[in-house]
């Protein structure tokens, strides 16, 4: 059964939910572009199928994938792939992004077919029952074997919100 992983920035967006101040700050009056900063350490034991929670942003966003990246503390032991987004479109953000031997990777880098919200900006809609979105990065079929552990993977997910959207 795959497992699900959760980073610091979204535990501590956890219940309870309806306190906004839980929320990512957004610049709503301008619709200026505003960023996400989440970090996930390896266990090594992730697999295909298993799904790291990044964030939650709020429904209404539009992700700007060729803004968005993730960089890593090394090599991850083996070749890792992600697909990014939310429950609205799991490789909306990102899909099938390759990330080996370290560095930093932008969301729009992926192969053919290219993340649905790179051609096409969408704004997120809220999971069932919220008023937010979680975004994922779900490790696909064949995404990942014999990874390092220890090793970060630093995400910047980046969105606007609000007018000029």
Same mark, same amino acid.
């Given at each position: 059964?795959?497992? &699900?992983?959760?980073? &610091? %920035?979204?535990?501590?967006?956890?219940?309870?939910? =309806? =306190?906004?101040?839980?929320?990512?700050?957004?610049?709503?009056?301008?619709?200026?572009?505003? &960023?996400?900063?989440?970090?996930?350490?390896?266990?090594?034991?992730?697999?295909?199928?298993?799904?790291?929670?990044? =964030?939650?942003?709020?429904?209404?966003?539009?992700?700007?994938?060729? %803004?968005?990246?993730?960089?890593?503390?090394?090599?991850?032991?083996?070749?890792?792939?992600?697909?990014?987004? &939310?429950?609205?479109?799991?490789?909306?953000?990102?899909?099938?992004?390759?990330?080996?031997?370290?560095?930093?990777?932008?969301?729009?880098?992926?192969?053919?077919? $290219?993340?649905?919200?790179?051609?096409?900006?969408?704004? %997120?809609?809220?999971?069932?029952?919220?008023?937010?979105?979680?975004?994922?990065?779900?490790?696909?079929?064949?995404?990942?074997?014999?990874?390092?552990?220890?090793? $970060?993977?630093?995400?910047?997910?980046?969105?606007?919100?609000?007018?000029?959207?």
């Amino acid at each position: 059964m795959p497992n &699900t992983y959760n980073t &610091t %920035l979204y535990t501590s967006q956890q219940t309870p939910r =309806a =306190a906004g101040a839980r929320a990512l700050a957004a610049n709503t009056a301008t619709g200026t572009l505003s &960023t996400a900063h989440c970090s996930y350490t390896l266990l090594g034991t992730e697999a295909a199928g298993d799904t790291i929670n990044l =964030a939650i942003l709020p429904a209404g966003a539009t992700p700007v994938p060729g %803004l968005s990246k993730v960089a890593l503390s090394g090599d991850p032991g083996a070749t890792l792939v992600l697909d990014i987004g &939310t429950a609205q479109d799991l490789d909306g953000w990102a899909d099938g992004i390759v990330l080996s031997n370290g560095g930093t990777v932008f969301f729009d880098s992926g192969t053919s077919p $290219v993340a649905a919200w790179v051609t096409t900006p969408t704004p %997120l809609v809220p999971d069932t029952n919220s008023a937010n979105a979680v975004v994922t990065a779900t490790i696909p079929a064949s995404g990942a074997s014999s990874l390092t552990a220890s090793t $970060v993977l630093y995400f910047t997910l980046a969105y606007k919100v609000g007018a000029g959207v």
